[in-house]
């Protein structure tokens, strides 16, 4: 049988069928992604293969080709990773400028890696309502920042849906019509209140931000693939700390970044790294305030991450 996994909740997956029915599945055998060591090697989205035995047990038995998937370095096995979720139309990244903080370094990250897998990314900044000028300005400049770069950005709050305070939620709803949409980000950011607003019966559970260091806490602990009513999937992943980039190499990653590579394509040198060289078009640009400093810090930080070989939180 042929399906799609919908749930994975480590050791067992759920994978809908295209008969209709949810079988419960194992994995059989070993998987392996192009040779990377994955924690997860079968990730919600992914289509399989699934296979029945005597005794009644499902297992997978072989993952079609995806055509892409988000992947970070594992938090705790720095040599491992850890796929997110595949074969995705887009990805929603839920930003908080504040309660919790989403550092740009962080959202840098998830777009380079989203810009690797070819995975179109919706920025969407929530929690507007709890913000005071200072703060609003702030979101407005890295909206325009995003914008500027090539990113569609919303900004809502998705306690107030009606969109009393920034846009309504349902400016996302024809985004997200007959696509399979990832919602991630930081956790405490507002991911479930998003889901049961489009998904009702989904019934998500909504964590307290902490007071003493106004981050979230984890209140997701699985991916799950639920069916949006008019069409379409959401897929609800664990809140994400930091956001490890993984297998990249130093020369791939301008191309990661739009404006950089935009720039690049000016420098003396073809294996230019703007960092020093003469006729760096890039640092040029960075000079005249065509590049955001936070944006070329952000890749300077991933240049190092080959360097270092280990994990870097997003701060």
């Known amino acids: 049988m042929r399906g799609i996994v919908i749930k994975n909740t480590g050791s067992w997956y759920s994978v809908k069928t295209d008969e209709g029915p949810v079988v419960e599945s194992k994995i059989k055998g070993n998987f392996r992604l192009k040779g990377i060591r994955s ?9 399989v293969q699934i296979v029945t035995n005597a005794e009644g047990t499902a297992f997978i038995t ?5 055509k ?12 491992q990773s850890h ?6 139309d887009q990805a929603f990244l839920i930003v908080t400028i504040n309660h919790p903080q989403t550092s740009t370094t962080f959202i840098d990250r998830f777009l380079a890696s989203a810009e690797a897998y070819r995975v179109p990314v919706v920025l ?5 309502d709890l913000y005071d000028d200072d703060e609003l300005r702030y979101q407005k400049a890295l909206v325009n920042l995003y914008e500027t770069v090539g ?3 919303h900004e809502i709050c998705a306690s107030t849906p009606d969109g009393q305070v920034g846009e309504s939620l ?3 709803r024809p985004l997200m019509h007959d696509k399979i949409t990832l919602l991630a980000g930081n956790s405490g950011v507002g991911k479930s209140t998003l889901l049961n607003h489009f998904i009702p019966h989904a019934e998500a559970r909504v964590a307290e931000i902490s007071e003493a260091h106004d981050t979230g806490m984890h209140t997701t602990t699985f991916s799950e693939m639920m069916a949006l009513p008019d069409g379409g999937y959401l897929i609800d992943t664990p809140g994400i700390k930091g956001f490890g980039t993984f297998d990249m190499e130093p020369e791939e990653i301008t191309s990661y970044f739009k404006e950089i590579f935009h720039f690049s394509k000016d420098c003396r ?10 006729g760096c078009a890039v640092l040029k640009a960075l000079e005249d305030h065509y590049i955001a400093l936070s944006r070329y810090e952000s890749y300077l930080g991933m240049l190092k991450d080959k360097d270092e070989g280990k994990y870097r939180e997003g701060y």
């Open 39 to 47: 924690t997860n090697p079968v990730a919600v989205g992914d289509r």
């Open 62 to 66: 072989e993952i079609e080709d995806r």
């Open 68 to 79: 892409n998937y988000i992947i970070r370095k594992s938090q705790n096995l720095s040599k």
């Open 83 to 88: 796929i997110l979720a595949a074969n995705v």
């Open 124 to 128: 969407v900044f929530n929690k507007t």
């Open 151 to 153: 990113y569609e950005c």
């Open 170 to 172: 349902d400016v996302l």
């Open 269 to 278: 040198f073809n294996n230019c790294t703007h960092t020093h060289e003469p």
